[in-house]
């Protein structure tokens, strides 16, 4: 109960003092650019889809971060982060791909084929390579399949620069940012139950480790609360953090869980705290967005379905890191 109200306690006191807002802010603002080249028609439809959801008419900046590039010829690459070229079926064979790669970014090849069952590679392109992705049609649900998750992954650090300029992308924006909070929460847990279960060290510092991961994970949420606002074009505001403080309230339920079955469960209960802290973040980061994209909250009986699912992946993961520890 202690560690409990110490981490109450210091939660406040995070919040009370704000958040770096400007970090925030500096992340929206970041530079960057989607190559276009390929069928005319195709590429015109691609950027009108991927400007498309701005309230107030696409700005300036945002229909820059779309540059549709000559076939041939010079290329300046500054702030590039991906190609893309569209076609129809046997287009990418004949295209003369060879003169992209000495910018040396990834080239995701989309090919328009109502014929053909939707396919792509596992993992993006590296730089100066190309995959296909081959979709149906040219709409945001087919290509939120692959091509979206890929052409983010490829953003990595302009990830909520490419949700603010770029609407349709947003949904697949806040998914990765919710992994990479989430695999950080998970981190922190699994570091502080390590801790709590060295000899005599933990005995004695125990108690304010747990109080301190409650701080970091809640932090760690916070911040990713921001950045998918932010992603979705709203201006970071801390003020507004109080009425999500409720979201992430029920975190700490979980993490005093996890911290219970832990003391209950030596080693074993690494795994089920860090598996808590996963899946906790995971339900915070999904349940904004899905109030950002539907405007109204997600269900309890949802929250709970996807709090299983990621916290029953976060266990794989975390007991594989249990037994490496094991072994050492």
């Not at 076609?87 to 084929?113: F, K, M, N, Q």
């Not at 801390?238 to 993490?255: A, D, K, M, S, Y």
Request: contains cysteine; aromatic residues 6%; neutral net charge.
């Amino acid at each position: 109960m202690s560690s409990a109200a110490i981490g109450a306690r210091d939660l406040f006191t995070l919040v009370r003092k704000g958040i770096d807002v400007n970090a925030v802010g500096a992340q929206v603002k970041k530079p960057f650019r989607f190559l276009l080249c390929g069928d005319p028609g195709l590429v015109a439809d691609f950027r009108s889809l991927l400007l498309s959801g701005h309230p107030d008419g696409v700005l300036a900046e945002a229909a820059a971060c779309l540059e549709t590039i000559p076939p041939q010829g010079s290329v300046v690459s500054t702030d590039a982060r991906a190609i893309v070229f569209l076609g129809y079926p046997g287009d990418v064979e004949g295209a003369r791909l060879s003169i992209l790669e000495p910018l040396a970014l990834p080239i995701l090849c989309v090919t328009l084929d109502a014929g053909s069952p939707q396919s792509g590679p596992a993992t993006p392109p590296l730089g100066g390579t190309w995959a296909e992705y081959v979709v149906p049609v040219l709409s945001a649900p087919a290509l939120r399949v692959r091509l979206f998750p890929h052409l983010v992954e490829c953003s990595r650090g302009v990830e909520i620069a490419v949700g603010r300029a770029l609407p349709p992308l947003r949904e697949t924006v806040a998914a990765k940012l919710t992994r990479d909070a989430a695999a950080n929460s998970l981190k922190v847990a699994i570091a502080s139950a390590v801790f709590d279960h060295i000899p005599i060290v933990g005995l004695v510092l125990g108690a304010v480790a747990s109080a301190g991961d409650i701080v970091a994970i809640t932090g760690i949420q916070i911040v990713l609360l921001m950045h998918i606002e932010a992603a979705y074009g709203r201006d970071p505001d801390v003020q507004r953090l109080w009425r999500l403080l409720p979201v992430i309230g029920g975190g700490l339920g979980w993490r005093a869980l996890a911290r219970e079955l832990a003391g209950f469960v030596p080693l074993a209960g690494i795994a089920i705290k860090g598996a808590i802290a996963y899946a906790g973040t995971i339900v915070v980061g999904e349940g904004v967005a899905f109030f950002l994209e539907h405007g109204d909250h997600m269900t309890k009986h949802d929250a709970a379905l996807l709090y299983e699912q990621t916290k029953n992946d976060a266990m794989k993961f975390a007991r594989d890191l249990v037994s490496k520890l094991r072994k050492r």
